[in-house]
RNA sequence: UGGGGCGUCGACAAGCGGUAAGUCACCAGCCUUUGGAGCUGGCAUUCCCAGGUUCGAAUCCUGGCGCCCCAGCCA
């Protein structure tokens, strides 16, 4: 290979730029910061991640390998009435398992709140911050709207003796929640809503999962945020854009306390079709029993995905593959699926598992006889090697493998009709048996026994192969296959009167416990992946137990015989 | 006559004054013991619109239009 060919290729493999890079690369050519990158992530613990985080997640950590900086995991842990331990947790395990490291820089906002509280008392006595006792509902007035400006507080002009006593009497627990607030004295007719005398801190009488009753106020989002990114000397603040118009506010915060000021950088956040990504949504989902649990495999969460199946190295390629940019956009779920087939499909066992099963009796096979016949466990990788998979006279097709009266592109099984049964023999079906009310029960075929191992001596062809399983053999197993979470592309497009929740797909989930499972499944253990040869790309589900094999459908393959049959 | 952003293929997204990358989806063909995978080809004479600058504009200027975010003591 020449090294036009190695760098052409060190080039497609390169992950693509962005704006981002662009401004780092910049910062870096600059000599900024001492020519570090560092990045961090900073969830609030009020919920489980999902595939959006995992854009940021992949961002701020794949930036930081990148441009061989540090990225941190920092909870955003300011409101103790939302959040609890048990999101940190799930947390920590999401992104271990997405397969990034933040070292021994785990941090948490309430690390910081002596520090913040310091903060507050400069800003105090600088005369840039003050205690207010109007109520919620007065601030809200005196804000002003849109397009008019507000008001000043009668409490703004306080004196810094009398706001620090306030403020410490705030802290020691003397006033009652709701009862006064800390606001920063900037500019009540700024056109920017944020400026406009923003509350610092509230009173809140309520156990902090970390700091237990240490607190009685806690600082508002605004506040923590661009200080703590500070504190940990953050060179660049990746966030949303929403968070845009918040970003002249922290500014002004670090810039008056005069501590370090990193650069804030707003990107779009991650949409998909049929789903919806935001916490409040995804916990009423969850607590309304919509779905199962924050891991039902129809949730976009990260545990929700693992469950399905979705592994690590998917989902960071489907981050990487749907671009960081500013404008807002919606990705295509078939963009997610496309990166698990493409995973999977080059690590995935290959297994024969029937979903509805129809029994086929070989009228001229061997009663009694049973061969071990030899499959390939993956044709994409031959290190994976072969297995041998048990054969008998009576086997289990697919139901949708066999019509009795087929349109003219269907190539599978039908009266008369020969095919090959993957890696066993030809058949051809010579009778057709149905119960009373005319089902289809049974099917009489026979087979060649000289096309053992699938491969006809004479030449001759066959249209379809198909997979089977021996029905003495094989082991019965549930498969639970899910469908969108959502009927349509954007769950809000309702109709008047209705929501989104109107939207869902109630045949999201649809369990069979009859299938069967050719023997090589039977130790498989929760997490295991599969690919049942010409259905999808399945894992064992957790609900498994010793005798009860549960897969869940991760993704099915791609199906171009559903795209005729559909045509009609 | 509030402030902040954004408009490039059906969906994402490069492009940074030199004549529209790539990916998904879709279509056609090849190949095939998975109607899978793979391979080949097709898929924006045009970048929200209108003017202007320039030899040359998706890129610069002017003016429109459209969409998103902000009035929590949430993050």
Known sequence: MDSLDNEKNEK???????????????????????????????????????????????????????????????????????????????????????????????????????TLYKYAVKLINDGKAYVDDLSADQIRQYRGTLTEPGQESPFRNRSAGENLDLFQRMKSGEFENGAKVLRARIDMSHGNLNMRDPVLYRILKAPHHRTGDK??????????????????????????????????LYEWFVQNLGIYVPRQIEFAR????????????????????????????????????RRRGFTPVSIRNFAERVGIAKRDSTVDYALLEHAV?????????????????????????PEGQTEQLDCVNNPENPDAGSRKVPFSKVIYIERDDFMEDPPKKFFRLAPGREVRLRYAYFITCTDVIKDENGQITELRCTYDPATR???????????????????????????????????????DDVEEGKTWLDNLN?????????????????????????????????????????GHLVFNRTVGLRDSWAKIAKQG
């Open 341 to 365: 087939r493409e995973d999977l499909n080059k690590h995935a066992q290959r297994v024969m598992a029937v979903l509805k099963p129809l029994k086929v009796v070989i009228e001229n096979y």
């Open 215 to 248: 607190w009685c106020i806690y600082p508002m989002y605004d506040w923590a945020h661009g200080q703590s990114d500070s504190i940990e000397r953050i060179t660049h603040s990746l966030c949303t854009l929403e968070f845009e118009d918040h970003r002249p």
């Open 12 to 114: 497609a493999r390169e992950a693509p730029s962005n704006f981002i890079k662009v401004i780092i690369e910049e910062d870096l050519k600059l000599g900024r910061n001492d020519s570090r990158v560092h990045t961090r992530f900073p969830p609030e613990p009020n919920g489980y991640l999902h595939i959006g985080h995992a854009k940021s997640i992949c961002l701020n950590f794949g930036l930081a390998s990148e441009y061989n900086g540090l990225c941190n995991l920092r909870f955003d842990d300011t409101n103790p009435i939302k959040e609890e331990s048990e999101y940190v947790e799930s947390i920590i395990e999401d992104i271990r398992w997405l397969g990034f490291d933040w070292g021994d820089r785990l941090f948490y906002a309430s690390d910081y709140f002596d």
């Open 270 to 305: 991650l949409n998909l079709t049929y789903t919806v990504m935001s916490k409040r949504r995804l916990l009423q989902l969850v607590k309304e029993s919509y779905v199962k649990g924050w891991d039902d495999p129809r949730m976009p969460t990260l545990s929700g995905l």
């Open 453 to 491: 191992g699938g491969d006809a001596p004479d030449g001759r062809k066959v249209r379809a192969t198909m997979h089977w399983v021996s029905a003495e053999h094989s082991l019965r197993a549930e498969v639970r296959l899910y469908d969108h979470l959502f009927r349509k592309e954007d769950p």
């Open 506 to 546: 109630h045949g999201s989930l649809e369990i069979l416990d009859d299938c069967r499972i050719e023997p090589y499944a039977a130790d498989s253990k929760p997490g295991d992946r599969f690919q049942f040869e010409r259905q999808g790309y399945f894992c064992i589900d957790p609900d498994t137990a010793p």
